[in-house]
């Protein structure tokens, strides 16, 4: 049965043939295998039924991104603060160690050990 099914493609030249994927893989992607949760995946599933079509790939790719971004956005945020109340950090530090005085308030000292 084997030859008889290798019989027709003997008159194909091969010679110029290449191995590998006939479509070229997108630049910036990669092929993995994953693990996802059944829930996840009925999720995305849904969303592109409800959409009329398309791919959840697609859809779990984005919300991907959108995580990455989202996280990123928050640390830049986060390190913008802390710059900015880093000075304000330093004078409460020297505000808790000296004794001040300002209009209409009583000195501030240190507790005295006991």
């Known amino acids: 049965m084997k030859k008889a099914a290798a019989e027709k493609y003997r008159a194909i030249d091969f010679t110029g043939a290449r191995r590998g994927a006939v479509v070229k893989p997108e630049t910036g992607k990669t092929k993995i ?5 059944n829930a996840v995946l009925e999720h995305f ?3 592109v039924e409800k959409a009329g079509g398309g791919n959840y790939q697609t859809l779990i790719n984005d919300a991907l991104l959108e995580h990455l971004h989202r996280r990123s956005t928050l640390d830049v945020v986060r390190a913008v603060v802390r710059e900015e109340l880093a000075p304000y950090r330093v004078l409460g530090a020297l505000r808790r ?5 300002s209009s209409g308030q009583k000195t501030r000292r240190r507790p005295s050990k006991s």
């Open 97 to 101: 160690k000296l004794p001040w005085k």
């Open 33 to 37: 295998s994953i693990r996802l949760d």
């Open 45 to 47: 599933r849904k969303l």
